[in-house]
């Protein structure tokens, strides 16, 4: 009796980590669902890593990622999960062929996954760990963007220990004549403890308020961007070269006193729109696409990368977050702006896992 002939194809091991110390945990874990229910099974069998709030490793079961929310997985966790000491957990992730942070704000984009992996030669997709540790600061973004001649926003940096953080809260406000600012955290996500104040007075309070829970960070205040709201997906060819999806516009009534936060954000509410595409011109369209390339290529990424920005009255193209990490959930950006080019979830994400596999001479070949 002959022997049977191999499978044609091998399967590619993901090592999807999720979880993370972060406030957009929740997030993280939804992007994790999104991976699990769209990366193709027939190409890529998947193993869940879960990082807690207090550093703990943990390796799941793909279906246990499937709870309410955190604190059932922290509840859960001795139960369903494998506490993994560091030595086992790199060796399980040496076992599988490429890793998938999915990890959103602290530890998962400001580089310190990136460099575990890069230390213990792990591949993985999405950015280096040098590029997700600049585009981590709000103000080094800016500063960056400042030196290679893109407009930016003036802005405030402080610290807790500032002792004349009122005098220069209120020597920033006079000098650039600002009725309405925005005070936020210089590292983390685009909306997490965002707030915005008409007066130095509020100002003043949410800094504080930032610094009574975070004291070792840092605060920055800015003008309110007075224009049209867009974020975009840019994608890297199987060529290396950069390419911008259709940018999506985010509509709020700005005008009493809203702004896209956490909630507009990740929460079904009827006082945000999302056009996509947007209601821009055409030149606007193309000129936020080319600028947005050039970007990719100046901090040079990889994989996917979500960049927010505006269109300011006055024209002008305004780049302010940088989100290495891009949210993964069913109706993120990530899909919605995929889904205006034909493709579906399962597509984008094949192609960005394909993009990153290829680049680390791993073998993909498609299922018969």
Known sequence: MSKPFPPPYSKIKVALICGG???ERGISLNSARSILD??????F??????????QEWYSLSPHHLYSNSPSDFDFKLNQMGINLTPPRLIASLKDCDIAFPAIHGE????????SFLEKHHIPFVGPSSHMCQRMFSKHGVSVFLSAHHFDTLPSCLLTK????????IVTFFQKHQITRAIVKPDEGGSSIGVSSVSSTEQAIQAAQALFFKNPDKKVIVEPFCKGQEFTLIVLQTPQGKPVALIPTEIKIPYHEGQFFDYRSKYLPTTHTELLCPPSF???????????????FSLFDLRDFVRIDGWVLEDGRILFTDFNPISGMEQNS???LQAA???????EILGYIMTNACSRYGLPLNSAP
Not at 107 to 114: A, C, K, N, V, W
């Open 45 to 54: 069998e998947i193993y869940v890593y879960y990082l807690t709030p207090n």
């Open 333 to 335: 950006f990530l899909f």
């Open 281 to 295: 011109s055409e030149a606007t369209i193309l000129s936020i696409q080319q600028k947005a390339e050039d970007l």
């Open 340 to 346: 205006h080019v034909g493709m579906k979830h399962e």
């Open 161 to 168: 220990d500032d002792p004349h953080l009122r005098e220069r």
């Open 38 to 43: 769209h990366l193709s099974p027939h190409c």
């Open 107 to 114: 530890f998962g984009e400001d580089g310190q996954l990136q």
């Open 21 to 23: 110390p972060s406030e």
